[in-house]
């Protein structure tokens, strides 16, 4: 029988501020990974509350870092962290127990891969918000990121990327911007990257970001600036040639 290959060390980054009651959930979920990561990297960014000793009491390693701003704690998160694959988490994720075993097995499998994305559901909302709001919000996402980037989005809720793939990018990435962090780095990457949707990588993330017209403008407005930033390196027409060129 074949001998399958050796499954890649696994560094799961969670930014945090002030989120201490969600972020203990969170990584009581990742003790119950059937794979255990290397490691776990929380990054406080500035909290007020009790993150950090959350984060310490369940056995993270903690990483400060003092810029506000997820842009900034993800990066700092990534550049510290030892694993051959980034996975990383938000806060409010709740990761299922196979979560890790599945990202593990596809980067040993798929050499080629350099970033993996998952999808989710939301709780914490009316049951009617999670089924409509949520499937609505993650389908306008994925389909207006796919168009604009010529391939899947990554979703920073639930990602996995290759940490030489980060380390090749980290000059592009943008820290001090107000950014979507995920689709910055999803730009970073390049359109010859492969990266893929595993639908069957499926967490619970926190349905406040479906609450409020003022976080829903932002949030458009963020993407706007992410993507006029990416496109300046790339437009969507150069990003979409090379994607078909193989």
């Known amino acids: 029988m074949p001998v399958p290959p050796p499954l890649p060390t696994l560094s799961v980054v969670v930014p945090v501020r002030d989120d201490a009651a969600l972020l203990a959930r969170c990584l009581a979920a990742l003790a119950a990974q059937t794979l255990a990561p290397a490691e776990v990297v929380v990054v406080d960014n500035g909290s007020r509350d009790g993150s950090a000793a959350t984060a310490a009491a369940a056995g993270a390693r903690v990483v400060v870092e003092p810029r506000v701003g997820i842009p900034a704690a993800a990066s700092a998160g990534y550049d510290a962290a030892t694993g051959a694959v980034i996975v990383r988490l938000d806060a409010d994720t709740l990761a299922p127990p196979d979560l890790l075993a599945r990202v593990a097995a596809r980067f040993a499998a798929e050499p080629d891969l350099v970033a993996l994305t998952g999808t989710g559901r939301f ?70 990257a492969r990266v893929v949707r595993d639908r069957r990588l499926r967490v619970l993330v926190s349905g406040r970001s479906l609450v409020g017209a003022a976080q829903t403008r932002r949030r458009f407005a963020r993407a706007a600036r992410t993507l006029r930033l990416g496109w300046r390196r790339c437009p969507p027409w150069a990003r979409w040639a090379a994607r078909l060129a193989g």
């Open 123 to 192: 709780y914490g909302v009316p049951r009617w918000r999670a089924a409509v709001h949520g499937r609505l919000y993650l389908a306008a996402f994925h389909g207006a990121m796919l168009a604009a980037l010529a391939r899947p989005p990554l979703w920073g809720s639930a990602m996995a990327v290759r940490r030489d793939a980060w380390v090749a990018a980290r000059p592009l990435v943008h820290t001090t911007e107000d950014v979507h962090d995920d689709v910055d780095l999803a730009l970073a990457l390049g359109p010859r």
